[in-house]
């Protein structure tokens, strides 16, 4: 069996985050979740449970939002010239 092309396996990675990503958006857990924080039952040390777990899930969210934006942002200086503004700049 041939290796793959460099090019083609990183399109196949970058689908396969992409195709993550928009599943995990498409699932309805989180208004099952929703449902269930309705329902009699829930003490305080469980509602903090789910609000402490809620923050993290946030904080990841938007941390994968700025790393992919961040990772566009520099695959796509790849090939470009220095910045002449930047030239003290560690590389």
Not at 29 to 37: A, D, F, K, P, S
Not at 49 to 61: E, G, I, R, Y
């Amino acid at each position: 069996m041939s290796e793959k092309d460099p090019v083609q396996a990183l399109q196949q990675r970058i689908n396969a985050v992409r195709t993550t990503l928009w599943e995990t958006a498409q699932r309805d857990e989180l208004e099952e979740l929703v449902r269930l924080v309705h329902a009699p039952g829930w003490s305080a040390s469980e509602r903090a449970l789910v609000s402490t777990s809620l923050d993290q899930l946030q904080a990841l969210a938007r941390m994968i939002a700025s790393l992919r934006s961040e990772l566009v942002r520099v695959a796509a200086q790849v090939g470009r010239p220095p910045d002449p503004g930047n030239e003290g700049a560690a590389h």
